[in-house]
Structures are given as C-alpha cells and as structure tokens.
C-alpha cells in the first residue's frame, strides 16, 4: 500500500488523488467540526467552496431545511447559522438536520477529490477510526493537508504523519518524500500534540479570536469514533468503530 | 528579522517574496551546478524558464557565445551542452563563458522570484556564505524550495532548515509554520545530511540514473564559498566569504 502526502493544497491535483482513499485533514477546524456533527447527529454535511454556493443550495433544498456553516478569517459568514467551532455543532442545534458548510481550506479541498475512490476526513479525534478504515479498504493513500490559505500548516502536517504511521504497513523508508517528512515530523512531535496545535500560527490566530476551547478539543486523539466519507457530494459516517 | 520558508513551488506569489532576500535553493541539482558553475569561473549563468527560452536568448546573444545547461527528468536536453550535474561544469568548460540555464525546478523558481529585492542562490554546498549575506542585508528573508515537479523535497527542506537555524537570531518558536517545520526537519537529521540526500526520492532517482557521486557531491556543507545574486536577469558572484 502506497501512501503519499500533500503538505498544501496547490500541490496535488486529481491525478495524484485518481483510485486512491483520499483523508482530508484540517485539523484548525473543519474535519474536526465535521467529526463532531456527525457525531452529535447531524444527517450530513454537505461541502461547498464558497459561501455563495452555499446559498445556492440553501435556496433550491429550501432555507429553513437546512443549517449554513462555515467561517471567512475564522469568523462565522454573514447569513451562516454557525460558524467552524466544533463546540457549537451540539445535538440540539444539528441533530438531523443538513448542514452545508463552506470553510476556507477543507472544504475545497473536500470538493477537489472528486477522482479519488474513497474520500474520507481524518482529525485527531477520530484518528484511530480513520487508520481503520484505510487498512480496511485496501487501496493507495493520499493524505491531503488543507493547510491555510494555500501555505503549509504545522499541525495538519503532523497529523498526516500520525496516520502514515499508523496505516503504513512498513518500518522501512517511505517511497514519497512529503510521507516520510510529515511521519519524521510527526515523530519530532509525538507527545506534544497539544503543544503543536497551542503553538501553531493558526492556533495562535484561534487563540486570539476567542477560540482557545477548540484548540484542546481538536488536538483530543481519539475522542471520536466515527468515519466521515464523502459520497455524492454529501459527507456521512461510513462506519463507527465497535459497531453500528 | 522574519523567517519564511516555502515548501513547495505553487505555494508562494510574488506578494510573499516582495521585498525580501528569497533565498532559492534546488540542492539536486540546479542550486549546487550554479554555486559550482560560478566557483568555476563562469562569467554568469543566466536561468529561464524553458529550453525554447534558452534557445532564443541563444539565437539572440550568437549560440557560439553561450553554453546551454540544464535537463528535462533528469538528463541532457536535446541540443544543450551540458546537463544539470555539478561535475560538468568544470574551469575547462565554462571558465569566463555565459550559460543559459533551464532546470526544471530551480531555474523557474529563480525566474519567479522578481519582486524580491535580493535573490541569492543557496545549497549546502555554500551554506555559511549565504547565512552570512542573509544576515548581512537584514532584510526578512523568504526561503524558496524549488521541490521537484510542484511536489514536496525532502533535501530542499532539510536544507531550508539548517538555513533556518543559521539565520535565525532567534531561539524562541518561529512565527511561520513553514519555517518552523524545517527547522525541526533539519533537527530531526542533522548529523545525517548525505543519508537525506542519498535516500529522498530526487537522491535515489538520481543514482538510478547514473549520477551518485552528484548526490555526496551536493550534501557537502561549505564545500564552497560563493553566494551567486541573481541581478536583472543574470547570476554573478555576489560576494566570496573571506574576500573578494
């Protein structure tokens, strides 16, 4: 099993994502916010590039139907229900409902796997259930990091390289470079997770912007259970491990 | 002094580097041949974008007067006189001649780089030359990875680290990830420069095709003391380290 990883997002394209399963990371804050609605109920959340199309969605599905998230700069976008803090994606607000969500990193990055056979999101949380689900599909692996603004981001790299470890089959070198440097990266890092995403600029950032609570919620390793896959253009759990 | 370290090519535009030292480096090979070039007493190196590029400004300056160096995947371009290894460009060939340079990586990188108000080449082989004309212009500096086909290098941003390090006045968390990333990678490997260089993906590439002693010749720190400027349009000798 092949496994490469992208470190930003203008280094890949659909031939380098063609057959495989692709996990998309955004660590600071949309794969974990995604986890965490689905998790807590949500029917499913649906990823879109830009606010605008998710307008466009809202207005065909039908407004009141569905629940606007996102943010622009960190920050909830005009006419959005709910912006990109895990914590406010609560049973009571998200249950059953859909969610489109239009982050600035994850989801496109989400939106450009189209080739990919498997599209899945990966974050701390869910960390183990998303190793899981790799070995068990069997394919190549294109760890993507969505990065920030299209530079590279410290803990989303660290984060691939957490999973390479753990879906790599191998103790030998790796093929790719950008795996073998996200495992050495996160290896440098192992047991200061939290202190990778405290310390990072977009952990900065949060932590200046009121959001220090989603830094220690999104650097929780293995706080979730689910697998969130993207299928059709809608994002669902694939499989809860232990069951269901 | 503001650190930056881009890991990958399609990661950085002209507002990131405007203004700053870029410091460009391609440790295989182009990066090296042109601080190996210089050493040797060629006049200048002259990098484009593209062979046809070459060809033209050959047609235009009189193809007698101008050596054509570069490669395309690795090997001699149809029509060229030399390819992209260091151990061509010897005193004999290139002694006081003009070489036109198309890389494929390293050369476009150092063409893009037109906002920056110094554009200096680096590699290990002048690592401490160029740590010393970085420091010496005080600029913030942008440090540019050329990578290898758009995609992440292992080298490069072992290299950009030890750079890092180097330059770097200070001891406390950069505020860059990209830059705060290589700096742990060339933590994470200092003492093993030649491993890096001989097990990346370029490295092994490389010796499959014919071109190991290229690769211990490219992971020698300070094997060199030149730091080449690029200046409208044209690579010179900046500055010797200890004269000149």
Not at 9 to 17: L, Q
Not at 78 to 92: A, C
Not at 200 to 225: I, K, M, T, Y
């Amino acid at each position: 099993m092949n496994i490469k990883v992208f470190a930003t997002p203008r280094e890949w394209n659909e031939d380098d994502v063609r057959g495989t399963t692709a996990i998309v990371i955004d660590v600071l804050r949309a794969s974990s916010t995604i986890v965490q609605a689905l998790t807590n109920g949500a029917r499913e959340v649906v990823p879109v590039s830009t606010p605008a199309e998710a307008g466009e969605f809202a207005a065909k599905a039908g407004r009141a139907d569905v629940i606007l998230g996102g943010e622009r700069e960190g920050k909830l976008i005009e006419g959005f229900d709910l912006g990109n803090s895990p914590l406010e994606y609560t049973k009571e607000r998200i249950g059953g409902r859909t969610i489109v969500f239009a982050s600035t990193n994850g989801a496109p990055a989400l939106v450009r796997c189209k080739s990919a056979e498997h599209v899945i999101v990966g974050s701390f949380n869910n960390f183990s259930a998303t190793v899981n689900a790799a070995r068990e599909l069997g394919r190549d692996v294109a760890i993507i990091c969505s990065g920030r603004n299209g530079k590279f981001s410290m803990e989303d790299f660290v984060c691939a390289g957490k999973l390479v470890e753990g879906i790599s089959k191998s103790n030998g070198p790796l093929d790719q470079d950008g795996a073998q440097a996200a495992l050495d990266m996160f290896r440098y890092y192992r047991s200061q997770i939290v202190e990778v995403v405290r310390g990072c600029f977009h952990g900065r950032f949060l932590a200046d912007a009121g959001f220090a609570p989603d830094l220690e919620h999104c650097a929780r390793v293995d706080s979730h259970q689910v697998v969130p896959a993207l299928i059709e253009g809608k994002i669902k759990i694939q499989r809860q491990n232990g069951g269901s």
